[in-house]
């Protein structure tokens, strides 16, 4: 499902809260965010303020926590110790993170098998999949070579 400002105060409204100006604006910079970017907290909290448009940061924490366990967003850990965040895009958008532990660089890839595994074993468990993720921790190329003896 892709999410609008529309279908955001649904399910807002649903659960007993309301669409806030606040949420809309955070979910409007993660719709028109390019994709393959990610942000973090901090990230989006600079942003903001760079459009003339601040939120606190604490506000922001508990926006992007809050539509990440709703589904909107996908948190993901990378290897610099803090979430990012990103629209949870529905199949065939759907794609894993490769994640160099030395230099923090990141490739996005698909795979349909995670993908499956993760749809079937929440359906035999009785669950709905809002996301599913593989991420890899690694070591890129170019930070192998750096590590390699002169």
């Known amino acids: 499902?892709?999410?609008?400002?529309?279908?955001?105060?649904?399910?807002?409204?649903?659960?007993g809260w309301r669409l806030t100006p606040q949420r809309e604006t955070i979910l409007n910079v993660f719709q028109k965010l390019p994709?393959?970017?990610?942000?973090?907290?901090?990230?989006?909290?600079?942003?903001?303020?760079?459009?003339?448009?601040?939120?606190?940061?604490?506000?922001?924490?508990?926006?992007v926590k809050l539509m990440a366990r709703?589904?909107?967003?996908?948190?993901?850990?990378?290897?610099?110790?803090?979430?990012?965040?990103e629209l949870n895009q529905p199949y065939?958008?759907?794609?894993?993170?490769?994640?160099?532990?030395?230099?923090?660089k990141t490739v996005e890839f698909k795979s349909d098998p995670v993908l499956k595994i993760g749809t079937k074993t929440s359906q035999q468990q009785g669950f709905h999949l809002l996301d599913c993720q593989l991420l890899i921790h690694?070591?890129?190329p170019s930070c192998q070579r750096s590590l390699l003896p002169n």
């Open 70 to 85: 709703m589904g909107i967003l996908r948190e993901l850990e990378f290897a610099e110790g803090h979430k990012h965040y």
């Open 35 to 63: 994709k393959g970017n990610h942000l973090s907290a901090e990230d989006l909290y600079n942003r903001l303020h760079e459009l003339g448009t601040p939120i606190s940061l604490s506000t922001i924490y508990r926006t």
């Open 92 to 104: 065939p958008h759907h794609h894993h993170h490769l994640i160099c532990v030395k230099c923090n």
């Open 138 to 140: 690694a070591i890129c």
């Open 1 to 15: 499902m892709t999410y609008t400002a529309n279908s955001l105060k649904a399910e807002l409204h649903e659960r």
